[in-house]
């Protein structure tokens, strides 16, 4: 059977207007209630009506106010005056919430062309930043569907950008706004996230992070992560894995594992962690993270956020520390290092938090993997308390206890002796009942029980 097209129904603005004239002309309709009528109807049509302006026939609309402006000073010689940064900053403002459709009406009447059209001409002077940092957070928003970006793509928004970043060394706030613009056009967009990397943008970064330490630029983490997200389901392969060893052939993991050292202290340390675990693709990179310091920085961390209450630290450490043990030479480092006990005692002082509990248990689980030694040292640091506690205190939080499965599974298979501690302290009832709550428990509860030794295991 052929797949059914979804693909919603369009309507240009001039139709859809002409439909709101005729309720009028035709049928007698007040202008508000003709154009209620309109929007009704071609919604129950499943017509999209994203980008189109549905104000009623006399009133103005403020975003097609604020394009206007911008084409007419467009043309002025002295485009960069206060008026120029105050219509920028309307639009900012207008396309602020991503609920209202600003965003769409502006960039289905060309917002995005005109914008790219004012940043190719302003120049890197002192007294152009004011108009270049409105400029750029207007079209940070504008960029929010395929379509936007495929225009930004085709205004030859990357290479504009792109300058940009290099006439802008210095300027944190010029930086900021374009890593930020970087982020929004390459967020599910393919061809973009390439146009950037073929712009070398990748050294860009490396070398804006050499240049900004401690604070870094915000915005910049948000740009790695996008470029190295496979998010545009329109391809059926993505490149962004070439990109992440391309960023780490250049010294992105140096960069990074640096970042970290000033520990929790620092406000890069959630976005430098995050940024790290996409760049960790492979073996060799998670091996160099670990010989440049990674793990024992990453340790470090874990325990002053569980001493400092500072959960969010927590868990991003957690998630980081899953990557690198893909590596089962760094999988040996951190148990060798105390990682179990730092991991067990963080779920003491994260108890009553299973949020923090489900990374925890996911870092044992993959510690565990393959690994007897490993597993029977999670038992001994109290691995299996947790589960029985954790899973027995929190039964709806379905992903903690799919985590727990998990984790119970690893520490099971190839460990007899675990299997009879687990089953001794009653794990078992705990697992079914995550299986039959949960749905997403059903396959990692029936494993657990399963490697258990458990002959009916698939009841």
């Known amino acids: 059977m052929a797949p059914s097209n979804t693909t919603p129904r369009s ?51 403020p975003v097609i106010e604020c394009l206007e402006n911008m084409k007419r000073l467009e043309s002025k010689t002295d485009a960069l005056d206060d008026e120029t940064v105050e219509v920028f900053d309307k639009l900012t403002e207008l396309c602020g919430d991503a609920g209202n459709g600003n965003a769409s009406i502006a960039t289905k009447n060309g917002g995005v062309q005109l914008i790219c059209s004012f940043c190719s001409k302003i120049t890197s002077d002192a007294g152009s930043h004011r108009a270049l940092l409105s400029a750029l957070n207007a079209l940070a928003l504008l960029l929010h569907d395929v379509q936007s970006t495929g225009t930004f793509h085709n205004s030859n928004g990357p290479r504009i950008i792109v300058g940009i970043i290099n006439d802008n060394k210095q300027n944190i706030d010029v930086l900021n706004s374009s890593f930020r613009v970087v982020a929004s056009a390459a967020t599910g967009d393919e061809i973009v996230k390439e146009s950037f990397m073929e ?9 804006m992070m050499s240049i900004h330490k401690n604070p870094g630029i ?33 010294g992105i993991t140096d960069a990074l594992v640096d970042s970290l050292h000033t520990g929790l202290g620092s406000t890069d340390l959630v976005s430098a962690c995050i940024t790290l675990k996409a760049i960790a693709v492979n073996d060799e990179i998670c091996k160099s993270i670990a010989e440049k310091g990674g793990i024992d920085i990453v340790l470090r961390c874990i325990d002053d956020s ?52 489900q990374e925890i248990m996911y870092i044992i689980s993959v510690l565990s993997l393959r690994s007897p030694e490993n597993a029977a040292r999670a038992i001994e640091a109290g691995a299996g308390d947790l589960a029985i506690q954790a899973m027995q205190k929190f039964p709806a939080a379905h992903q903690m206890q799919r985590n727990s499965c998990l984790m119970i599974r690893n520490l099971a298979v190839r460990n007899p002796e675990n299997r009879t501690i687990l089953l001794n302290n009653g794990i078992e009832k705990y697992i079914r009942k995550a299986k039959q709550t949960h749905g997403n428990c059903k396959d990692a509860a029936t494993d657990a029980l399963r490697d258990l030794g458990l002959d009916s295991y698939n009841l």
């Not at 070398?200 to 070398?207: A, M, N, R, T």
């Not at 630290?313 to 730092?342: R, Y």
């Open 306 to 357: 569980g001493e400092q209450g500072n959960k969010d630290v927590a868990k991003v450490c957690c998630s980081l520390l899953s990557k690198l043990a893909g590596s089962d030479t760094n999988k040996n480092a951190i148990v060798e290092k105390g990682g179990m006990d730092k991991l067990i005692k963080l779920s003491a002082r994260y108890a009553d938090d299973p949020s923090v509990l």
């Open 199 to 207: 712009l070398k943008v990748d050294e860009l970064i490396v070398e």
């Open 218 to 250: 915000q915005s910049l983490y948000e740009a790695i992560r996008v470029l190295l997200t496979p998010d545009d389901n329109r391809v059926v392969a993505s490149q962004v894995y070439g990109y992440a060893r391309k960023f780490a052939k250049i």
């Open 11 to 61: 309507i240009s603005q001039e139709a859809f207007n002409e439909l709101v004239q005729e309720n009028i002309d035709d049928l007698g309709m007040e202008p508000s209630e003709a154009l209620q009528d309109a929007i009704e109807t071609l919604t129950l049509q499943g017509v999209d009506l994203s980008g189109i302006v549905t104000s009623a026939p006399g009133e103005s609309n």
